[in-house]
């Protein structure tokens, strides 16, 4: 009975260090999607902050979302439609 008990202990040893092995390699797996997936994202990040800073050198500065809607028209659509539209 002793002899059954070591061999099931050895058994249950090697099954424990298989669940670590591949505990580790998932966790190691992971981690190296997540530095290349961070690095990738630092990439684009980089390139549409250079991508905004030259376009808005090119389009002579200012805020890019300065159009429709930020006050620039002084007046209703009624009053544009009764003055512009129906002469």
């Known amino acids: ?3 059954v008990k ?3 202990a050895i058994i249950g ?3 424990a260090g298989f669940v670590a092995l591949w505990v580790l390699g998932f966790l190691s797996s992971i981690l190296w999607y997540v530095f ?3 690095i990738l994202g630092g990439l684009g990040y980089g390139a ?3 991508f905004t800073k030259l376009e808005s050198k090119a389009l002579g500065g200012g805020n890019p979302n300065s159009g429709i809607g930020t006050g620039d028209i002084n007046m209703s659509w009624d009053e ?3 003055k512009y539209l129906h002469k």
């Open 48 to 50: 549409y902050r250079l």
């Open 6 to 8: 070591i061999i099931l």
């Open 80 to 82: 544009y439609d009764k």
């Open 13 to 15: 040893i090697f099954f």
């Open 1 to 3: 009975m002793n002899i």
């Open 36 to 38: 290349w997936i961070g």
